[in-house]
């Protein structure tokens, strides 16, 4: 049985519910007899809410949409006909293309944040993630359980008392700081003239969140919002039903139902033995088989739950492991050769013979005059690439980890690589606690490993370190490093964005290639500004010019 918490609906919600929902109990399902503007409305909100999504549309949609004709809905008229033409092309003739044409949106709730990186695997879907950014995990459920996974297997185990025991007391001590950061905030930065006070409030909170996600274990419960077609679903289900991870394959079986109530037959491959089967087969034994020769070869090279002092490692946070070093010669090979009628190995040994000043200003005519960082060059940047090592706290990789065109990979979540202190958690006087609670994740998640390995990484806390390579080209780097170091966001990744950007420019010597990264912020400071201030003012601002319309109108 899957361990989730019910959201309860009134008998007239329900009705309202099932026009639009495939399942109005369960914690997967998805959103039809929309309109798409709706449905991604929904998921916006949906990430900066710790609402159930069905709730969620109850309290702040219904009173704005004409639902009264839409009381006879019924998702599946047509359906049989289109069933039995898409039979023929795709199921008999084995036309892909067709399952790339058939998209849904579905809602995936009280996902572990081991099991939200599984979900956000796939390059070709779009995500919304809950975001411990700007919702506090001090709440309890209705039920009155902390958000947290429970594993079946651990909860039957000697181990579930202190699971749940040691999972309550990291989530009290989470509780606990909370409001004490936010009282030291709120006197290290008084309210700037002409913030309002909810201005002021809501950027204290979210430097609050950011300062104590850390202490948040990967088994905290995150909602996420999918929307891809019935090609990527598919792909995403015959990984999930191969994974090691038991959430993984009961969720598969959820999201299955679900998408089967929607598009039925871009899901017929999955579960018949010799198609799906079979996938998933391989995907599982290429898996195990590595794993098992690893082992074998280098027994040492395995964590084995071993005891490591805690905040005791600390290995370099970016290194720069692969580059070519003719990669800015290719690129402006690349970036002439639709404005010319040769080929391109003969274009890339003229521009070797460039002089600085010539190489340095046809880069400057290919970025052109970017006024903002939405202003992206062209394919040309995708000739070179870039492999970095990185090691980063859990909450850091989870953000770095959404950029799906990036290749990206991971090492088990363990304590191995011991935790990342926030200087502000340091100043504000709260050392002490953060740290037991981290000695604490770090002592269950040692009991775990040597009865539930797999289980055991639920009780590692975020600010744990994990070691993950990342390959881009310099265009996908271009904007990971710019978004990354923006003033905005959490200085955890900013710190990674900035040695990023550093080692492309001086390490790979890529300096035209870096000159084109003009807004990349590489300025510093964990605690000397409300990250989010501008962000929370801008949206104040918004609201008030739509107040003001609506008023006038």
Known sequence: MFPYVEE???????????????????????????????????????????????????????????????????????????????????????????????AVHLACEQASNLLTKILEWGRLMSYLEQSTRYIGYDRRFPSGHYRYYRPPAVLDSPLGARYVGDMDRMFDTYGELLPKL???????????????????????????????????????????????????????????RSHPLPEARIYA??????????????????????????????????????????????????????????????????????????????VLAAACFPHTTLPEDELLRRTRALSSEERAALMRAYVGERKNRRHRPGRALERTDYRFEIVVDYGAFRDLQRHRLLTIDWQPLSTDLGYVLPD?????????????????????????????PLEASYAVALAFRVRCVVQMNAREALHVIELRSSTQGHPAYRRVAQQ?????????????????????????????????????????????ERAGRRSSG
């Not at 990430?47 to 839409?70: C, N, Q, T, Y």
């Not at 899901?267 to 195990?288: C, F, H, K, M, N």
């Not at 890529?510 to 590489?522: N, P, Q």
């Open 8 to 102: 309860r609906f009134s008998p007239e919600e329900e009705a309202i519910l099932q026009r639009y929902f495939t399942n109005v109990y369960g914690p997967v399902f998805a959103l039809v007899n929309l309109p798409e503007v709706v449905k991604g409305a929904l998921f916006a909100r949906y990430s900066r809410s710790p609402k159930d999504l069905r709730r969620l549309f109850l309290d702040e949609f219904v009173g704005d949409l004409e639902i009264a004709g839409d009381a006879t809905l019924d998702a599946t008229v047509g359906m049989k006909r289109a069933e039995a033409l898409y039979e023929r092309v795709f199921f008999d003739y084995g036309d892909d293309s067709v399952a790339q044409l058939g």
């Open 182 to 240: 936010q009282s030291w905030l709120l006197t290290r930065f008084p309210r700037a003239p002409g913030d309002s006070d909810f201005v002021h409030r809501q950027a204290i909170r979210a430097k609050a969140l950011d300062g104590l996600r850390g202490l948040l274990p990967a088994a905290s419960l995150s909602n996420v919002g999918m929307f891809g077609s019935g090609q990527s679903y598919e792909l995403l289900l015959l990984r999930m």
């Open 253 to 330: 079986g959820l999201m299955l139902t679900e998408l089967r109530k929607v598009i039925p037959s871009f899901l017929q491959r999955v579960d018949i033995p010799e198609r799906g089967g079979e996938w998933s087969a391989y995907l599982a034994s290429t898996r195990e088989d590595t794993a098992a020769l690893v082992e074998e070869l280098w027994p040492d090279a395995v964590s084995h739950g071993a005891d490591v002092a805690v905040g005791s490692a600390q290995p370099p946070e970016v290194r720069l492991l692969d580059f070519d070093p003719e990669g800015e010669d290719k």
């Open 424 to 452: 502000i958690v340091v100043e504000a006087g709260i050392e002490t606690p953060f740290t037991h609670s981290l000695e604490r994740s770090q002592a269950l998640y040692e009991a775990l490993y040597r009865t539930h």
């Open 500 to 544: 990023m950007y550093k080692a492309i420019a001086e390490q790979a010597g890529h300096r035209a290639i870096a000159s084109a990264m003009v807004h990349a912020d590489h300025s510093w400071s964990d605690v000397e500004r409300l990250e989010r201030l501008e962000e929370v003012r801008r949206a104040e601002k918004r609201r008030g």
